[in-house]
């Protein structure tokens, strides 16, 4: 490889990045951003191929194919070159994963948590619930490789046998209800409690802010964490404060009321002395009640907690409709496990883990973005769109796009904006689809020892020398 053409490489790479992946995000996250947060950070980088903006999008495009290999990513980079009529480089995929290694974790954190802000300037006050910007939170988990690394970092769940099972990660994300978009993100070994994840998440809370959450968040100690960043929360009552909590209660209303949590005697293991000490004796509450009746299913009795206490701006309904929405953070977290492909991580370090985690924040952004411009240019819901619909339509464009004229390629993004807007998912009210598989397994068994332990076996079960029993085995 010539040395004095890969600067020219470089850029033609990053001109076919910005005109196919980067399209959406000519806005949201110019290439401008990108050095802002380039010189933030002090990265300095040599002229070569995969320069951080390469280095950037060939691994958001990673994530956002099918196959997730790079290969795959190094195989495209070679082919846009070799369409420009330049000398191509090397097929090995090292200087690509060296480039991936040597970019800091916080840059790529920057980057998604910059594209929602982004998006989130553009919402307008027709969008927003009782004029309030309102977060919905949650937990999942993810697995990796199984590394010596991964494994010291994210151990597995301690109920599976050493080497039998996969590190496992736990994350706390926070989205926006009404753009969709990752706001932020916590990663954490998997035996960590959730209210710890989510305290780690209270910093990206902005003035005025609702977050809504279930009953795991339901805590003294956070309400009064929320309220210090002047902002409020509606959480589903957790089921053990009904006979075991002190308080006073004051009734405005049916199903509606003010209650006084009073202080733990105990501090939390989760904070430390000098914090308990701060926390205040009493907290005013308002806890609201109704009931959810679908023919055919038995009635849900619903409780929640919240700070909001003027009766008049935030009545029952308006609370109501507001945790119905709750939903959508699980949908959002299935969106990024099941349809991006998030749940098994590729990565066979910790950090590269994390970059990877937040790369896929990264490109459920753009995702969100293409969303949200179609349905705000058509006068759509932008929620109400398909996202596994917008990926097909967009994998599929980006061909297209590359090959088209300035001109052109702006009236094929058009004409992708109302594929997309004809996507969209039919309101499914009360849907409960149980958590069951009717495709059978195959029937092998699980593995219960290491793989390394029952390989000896066979080999010797094969040969026809004796075996020590498994069972000596550790």
């Given at each position: 490889m010539h040395t004095s053409n890969i600067p020219s490489k470089a850029l033609i790479l990053k001109e076919k990045f910005i005109n196919s992946v980067g399209l959406p995000f000519r806005e949201v996250l110019p290439e401008?951003?990108?050095?802002?947060?380039?010189?933030?950070?002090?990265?300095?980088?040599?002229?070569?191929?995969?320069?951080?903006?390469?280095?950037?999008?060939?691994?958001?495009?990673?994530?956002l194919d099918t196959d997730k290999s790079c290969h795959n990513a190094v195989?495209?980079?070679?082919?846009?070159?070799?369409?420009?009529?330049?000398?191509?480089?090397?097929?090995?995929?090292?200087?690509?994963?060296?480039?991936?290694?040597?970019?800091?974790?916080?840059?790529?954190?920057?980057?998604?948590?910059?594209?929602?802000?982004?998006?989130?300037?553009?919402?307008t006050a027709e969008h927003l619930w009782c004029g309030r910007q309102v977060k919905v939170i949650d937990g999942s988990t993810v697995s990796m490789p199984d590394t010596c690394e991964?494994?010291?970092?994210?151990?597995?769940?301690?109920?599976?046998?050493?080497?039998?099972?996969?590190?496992?990660?736990?994350?706390?994300?926070?989205?926006?209800?009404?753009?969709?978009?990752?706001?932020?993100?916590?990663?954490?070994?998997?035996?960590?409690?959730?209210?710890?994840?989510?305290?780690?998440?209270?910093?990206?809370?902005?003035?005025?802010?609702?977050?809504?959450?279930?009953?795991?968040?339901?805590?003294?100690?956070?309400?009064?964490?929320?309220?210090?960043?002047?902002?409020?929360?509606?959480?589903?009552?957790?089921?053990?404060?009904?006979?075991?909590?002190?308080?006073?209660?004051?009734?405005?209303?049916?199903?509606?009321?003010?209650?006084?949590?009073?202080?733990?005697?105990?501090?939390?293991?989760?904070?430390?002395?000098?914090?308990?000490?701060?926390?205040?004796k009493a907290l005013v509450l308002r806890e609201v009640q109704y009931y959810i009746v679908i023919p055919g299913f038995r009635t849900k009795h619903v409780k929640l907690i919240t700070t909001l206490l003027d009766v008049d701006k935030y009545p029952l309904l308006k609370l109501m409709e507001l945790y119905e929405k709750r939903w959508q953070v699980e949908?959002?977290?299935?969106?990024?496990?099941?349809?991006?492909?998030?749940?098994?991580?590729?990565?066979?370090?910790?950090?590269?883990?994390?970059?990877?985690?937040?790369?896929f924040f990264l490109g459920y952004n753009l995702l969100r973005t293409l969303m949200w411009e179609a349905g705000t240019a058509y006068d759509v819901p932008p929620l109400q769109l398909s996202l596994q619909g917008t990926r097909h339509h967009w994998n599929n464009f980006i061909p297209q796009l590359l090959a088209a004229s300035p001109k052109s390629r702006h009236k094929l993004y058009l004409s992708l904006l109302v594929l997309i807007v004809h996507k969209l998912v039919p309101e499914r009210?009360?849907?409960?689809?149980?958590?069951?598989?009717?495709?059978?397994?195959?029937?092998?068994?699980?593995?219960?020892?290491?793989?390394?332990?029952?390989?000896?076996?066979?080999?010797?079960?094969?040969?026809g020398e004796p075996t020590a029993s498994l069972r000596s085995h550790p």
């Open positions: 401008s951003k990108i050095q802002e947060y380039l010189d933030v950070l002090k990265i300095k980088y040599r002229r070569r191929l995969f320069d951080p903006f390469v280095t950037i999008w060939a691994f958001l495009s990673q994530v195989s495209r980079v070679i082919s846009w070159l070799a369409s420009e009529n330049v000398e191509v480089p090397s097929q090995d995929t090292g200087g690509y994963c060296q480039a991936r290694r040597k970019l800091p974790e916080k840059l790529f954190a920057l980057l998604f948590e910059s594209v929602a802000n982004s998006l989130n300037e553009q919402v991964n494994q010291k970092v994210y151990p597995q769940p301690s109920s599976q046998r050493l080497g039998c099972g996969f590190p496992i990660a736990k994350i706390g994300v926070l989205f926006s209800l009404v753009t969709g978009a990752v706001v932020a993100v916590a990663i954490d070994i998997l035996n960590v409690h959730d209210l710890n994840l989510a305290r780690q998440l209270y910093a990206s809370l902005a003035e005025g802010d609702v977050l809504v959450g279930d009953r795991a968040f339901c805590s003294y100690v956070d309400f009064i964490l929320i309220q210090n960043r002047k902002a409020d929360a509606v959480f589903r009552k957790h089921q053990g404060r009904d006979n075991s909590e002190r308080r006073r209660d004051k009734r405005v209303g049916p199903n509606d009321k003010f209650v006084t949590w009073f202080k733990p005697k105990t501090c939390p293991s989760s904070l430390s002395k000098e914090e308990f000490a701060t926390l205040p949908v959002n977290l299935k969106h990024l496990k099941t349809t991006l492909g998030m749940d098994i991580l590729r990565s066979k370090t910790p950090s590269m883990v994390r970059k990877e985690i937040y790369t009210p009360g849907r409960v689809e149980p958590r069951v598989r009717k495709r059978r397994p195959k029937s092998y068994p699980l593995m219960q020892q290491p793989r390394s332990v029952l390989r000896h076996a066979r080999h010797h079960k094969s040969s």
